[in-house]
């Protein structure tokens, strides 16, 4: 049975860092492009980033280009997001995703097929 499991959420103050961090389990997820999507109270889901299978293609989020990086270690089959310059806007649960058809990476949480629980992270003014 697939998995993600993501961890690394918490409470930060504006201005500092936190890195995600999504492990899967249940099939090797090396081949799919990975995706990181927020969503706040009321809103809906947002992409975030996404990366293909060998790091070789990245995508961001107009807002978060130049503050997150999104990474994957083939081997532990996990995939982080290292977040800084943390800003209070950019709070919200953080859900990673697989994304199973389409070619290139996309942006549309349609496109992924496999989603973890989520973590919440929270940015205090």
């Known amino acids: 049975q697939a998995q993600l499991v993501e961890s690394g959420g918490g409470l930060v103050q504006a201005g500092g860092s936190l890195r995600l961090s999504c492990a899967a389990s249940?099939?090797?997820?090396?081949?799919?492009?990975m995706g990181w999507f927020r969503q706040a109270p009321g809103k809906e889901r947002e992409f975030v980033a996404a990366i293909n299978w060998s790091g070789s293609t990245t995508s961001y989020v107009d807002s978060v280009k130049g503050r997150f990086t999104i990474s994957r270690d083939n081997a532990k089959n996990t995939v982080y997001l290292q977040m800084n310059s943390l800003k209070p806007e950019d709070t919200a649960v953080y859900l990673c995703?697989?994304?199973?058809?389409?070619?290139?990476?996309?942006?549309?949480?349609?496109?992924?097929?496999?989603w973890g629980q989520g973590t919440q992270v929270t940015v205090s003014s």
């Open positions: 249940g099939r090797t997820f090396s081949n799919y492009v």
């Open positions: 995703a697989a994304q199973t058809t389409g070619v290139g990476v996309h942006k549309t949480p349609s496109m992924y097929r496999y």
